[in-house]
T-cell receptor, first 113, second 113 residues
Framework: EAGVAQSPRYKIIEKRQSVAFWCNPI?????LYWYQQILGQGPKLLIQ????????DSQLPKDRFSAERLKGVDSTLKIQPAKLEDSAVYLC???????????FGSGTRLTVV | AQTVTQSQPEMSVQEAETVTLSCTYD???????LFWYKQPPSRQMILVIR??????QNATENRFSVNFQKAAKSFSLKISDSQLGDAAMYFC??????????FGKGTRLSVIA
């Protein structure tokens, strides 16, 4: 089966610019997650979708971050405006069932200068 | 907050030897799942092994096994016959029906030829 697809692989932007990341989960996986992984740390959940509805966005900085999942398939994560501390790897994951483990994409490495 | 703690930032092991990575967690739930993920430099998180909390038997996947101590809330990973390809960051993670995956800070494993 195809894995979780993410693009772009790398992105460098200046602070205060905007950026968007795209994720295509495994076909049939209803749940989709976006994680932020700062260098030297474990991934931290930003937002969880069930189909096209938001389940948990309590840790999403809503003043600058937004995410959507149209038609319950692909998802985009946007940052506007970016700050230096947003430099991180952004990982997308999807899952089929509770407890089945998540399948992760290769992530997008964002550098804000 | 329900946390996952990995107390070893770095570990090293000789090729063909055995190494154990430690993990403890905090949870108020009785039903949950525990995972070990491997993250090589390619950044993709790869599921290594999975344990259901209601199962007494420790999970095993080829050279990888866990020591799950539910009362102590401990979940260590043992890698036997270590190979050069095992070198990576290893993350312990926990999830339940109510919460998505929560990760520890990771342990960097080096394998010495």
């Amino acid at each position: 089966e195809a894995g979780v697809a993410q693009s772009p692989r790398y992105k460098i932007i200046e602070k205060r610019q905007s950026v968007a990341f795209w994720c295509n989960p495994i076909s049939g996986h209803a749940t989709l997650y976006w994680y932020q992984q700062i260098l030297g740390q474990g991934p931290k959940l930003l937002i969880q979708f069930q189909n096209n509805g938001v389940v948990d966005d309590s840790q999403l900085p809503k003043d600058r971050f937004s995410a959507e999942r149209l038609k319950g398939v692909d998802s985009t994560l946007k940052i506007q405006p970016a700050k230096l501390e947003d430099s991180a790897v952004y990982l997308c994951a999807s899952s089929l069932l509770e407890g089945s483990g998540y399948t992760f994409g290769s992530g997008t490495r964002l550098t804000v200068v | 907050a329900q946390t996952v703690t990995q107390s070893q930032p770095e570990m090293s092991v000789q090729e063909a030897e055995t190494v154990t990575l430690s993990c403890t967690y905090d949870t108020s739930e009785s039903d949950y799942y525990l995972f070990w993920y491997k993250q090589p430099p390619s950044r993709q998180m790869i599921l290594v092994i999975r344990q259901e909390a209601y199962k007494q038997q420790n999970a095993t996947e080829n050279r990888f096994s866990v020591n799950f101590q539910k009362a102590a809330k401990s979940f260590s990973l043992k890698i036997s016959d270590s190979q050069l390809g095992d070198a990576a960051m290893y993350f312990c993670a926990r999830t339940s029906g109510n919460t998505p995956l929560v990760f520890g800070k990771g342990t960097r494993l080096s394998v010495i030829a």
